[in-house]
Structure formats: C-alpha cells, structure tokens
C-alpha cells in the first residue's frame, strides 16, 4: 500500500523559506510522477511543482524561480524547498505520486491517485 507522509510545514514571515518533505513509502515503479500541489483558503487545488523519474521538472508560474522540487531516491524522500514565501504562498501542501505505463507524460497533466495528509504552510506579512 502505497503511503505518503508530508512534514515541514509552518509559519513564517514573508520573505522566509521552508522546506517541505514527503516520505514515501509501498510505492515501487521505477517509472512516476511526483508532485506538490497546494489548496489555500477559498481556492482550488492547484499543481505547483511536478518531478519525473527521469529528471524533467515543471513549475507553477506562480512560483518559479522561488521553488525547487527534488528527490532522494534513495532516501524515498520528495522535496520541496520554498524560498522568498510570501502571503499568496499560505495553503495546505500535498504530495502525490503515481506510477506510469510505457507513455511519458508531463506530468503537470497527470492524474495522480496516491496522496498524502497534506501540511500547512501559513505566510504572514
């Protein structure tokens, strides 16, 4: 069974970082999507960074040039580190993966089944 746990989250004032990590667990394809997403008050779930297995990363507008997605394939540990945070940036954080077939998505437009609990990141001005 597959199992994602997120950690890191906080508060923070604007301006600071954070570094959001999802331990992963029960998931054994060689070949996924990894990602964040993220739901602020009154707001849609929305895409904010995606990993492929071979490398190819992809951002939210929103937040490139301030956001690194990364992982520890050994350690089975997706990362995500947010600096110049800012008030917009306040949401609940998910992680997700899913496993792919022979077909190389982007995985911005990938439909993701496996997630996490979600933790909170909330920015103050």
């Known amino acids: 069974q597959v199992q994602l746990v997120e950690s890191g989250g906080g508060s923070v004032q604007a301006g600071g970082s954070l570094r959001l990590s999802c331990a992963v667990s029960?998931?054994?394809?060689?070949?996924?999507?990894m990602g964040w997403f993220r739901q602020g008050p009154g707001k849609e779930r929305e895409g904010v960074a995606h990993?492929?297995?071979?490398?190819?990363?992809s951002y939210a507008d929103s937040v490139k040039g301030r956001f690194t997605i990364s992982v520890d394939n050994a350690e089975k540990t997706l990362y995500l580190q947010m600096n110049s945070l800012n008030v917009e940036d306040t949401a609940m954080y998910y992680c997700a993966a899913e496993p792919l077939g022979w077909i190389i998505p982007l995985c911005a437009n990938q439909n993701y089944n496996n997630w996490g609990q979600g933790t909170q990141v909330t920015v103050s001005s």
């Open positions: 029960g998931f054994t394809s060689s070949r996924h999507c």
């Open positions: 990993i492929r297995f071979d490398g190819e990363t």
